[in-house]
């Protein structure tokens, strides 16, 4: 089932259009025929059970995986501009001896200057700046391996909007945070997308959420089995059939 819940259309390049898209790795076919609008300033929240194409659909969408069909940044018939796209994946291990520190991941990404040199005065004010993003200055000079999964988080997502792009994808955002710092996660996101008119698409295992955050949440297990308003697929056949759930609960 494909639903376009939003009326109005955005030729912009935070629009995200994808027709007919098929992924097929060796003679396994891991996406068919999926069809989703993401609309400049939505949260979109991909959701299904494990193995169900996620995120093979991510990494086409981000020129990682090879795919038939049609992935554009307009409305049919504009020109599709190309995207600034930023990217958070799933939460890399640091081992917590490691005394590579958050100033020194966000120079080894940002500039060309060794780490071991140290951060200079105008590299720490923008470091800062883009950690005043999420709210994490005093992150700075942590440990990147000692950091909690919710601050590990902060810093990904703080690296993934500098420069800020048009479009923000996460790989399971919420794994390994708690149930506080999910909602301090989330509450970050709508700030940021309410502020910058950016779209969000994440894939996540939590649902309670979803209603007070998603514009949209589309369930894929291979293919879109529905896509709509949170509640209505929280809600749906298709959903306890996916998960032996029923409204986001066991």
Do not use: W
């Amino acid at each position: 089932m494909n639903l376009d819940i939003h009326g109005g259309s955005c030729g912009h390049s935070c629009c995200l259009r994808v027709e007919n898209l098929s992924v097929r790795i060796g003679g396994d076919c891991i996406l068919s025929n999926v069809n989703l609008h993401v609309h400049c300033g939505e949260l979109v929240a991909l959701i299904g059970p494990n193995g169900a194409g996620k995120s093979t659909f991510l990494k086409a969408v981000l020129g990682q995986r090879d795919y038939e069909g049609v992935i554009a940044f307009s409305e049919p018939g504009q020109r599709s501009k190309k995207p600034r796209i930023g990217y958070v994946p799933q939460s890399p291990a640091f081992d917590p001896s490691d005394p590579v520190s958050v100033a020194d991941l966000f120079a080894c990404c940002m500039s060309r200057r060794p780490a071991f040199l140290g951060l200079g005065k105008s590299m720490r004010a923008l470091v800062l700046e883009c950690l005043e993003r999420v709210h994490g200055e005093e992150l700075i000079d942590k440990r990147v391996g000692t950091l909690s999964g919710g601050e590990l988080q902060r810093v990904l997502l703080a690296l993934a909007l500098e420069p800020m792009p048009n479009i923000l994808i996460l790989d399971e955002p919420l794994s390994g945070v708690d149930v506080e710092g999910m909602e301090t996660l989330m509450d970050m996101l709508d700030e940021i997308r309410k502020n910058f008119d950016l779209s969000i698409l994440m894939t996540t295992h939590d649902f309670s959420l979803l209603p007070r955050y998603a514009n949209q949440v589309v369930l894929i297990d291979r293919g879109i089995l529905i896509q709509g308003e949170p509640e209505t697929v929280l809600h749906s056949a298709e959903f306890a059939q996916a998960f032996h759930m029923k409204g986001g609960s066991v």
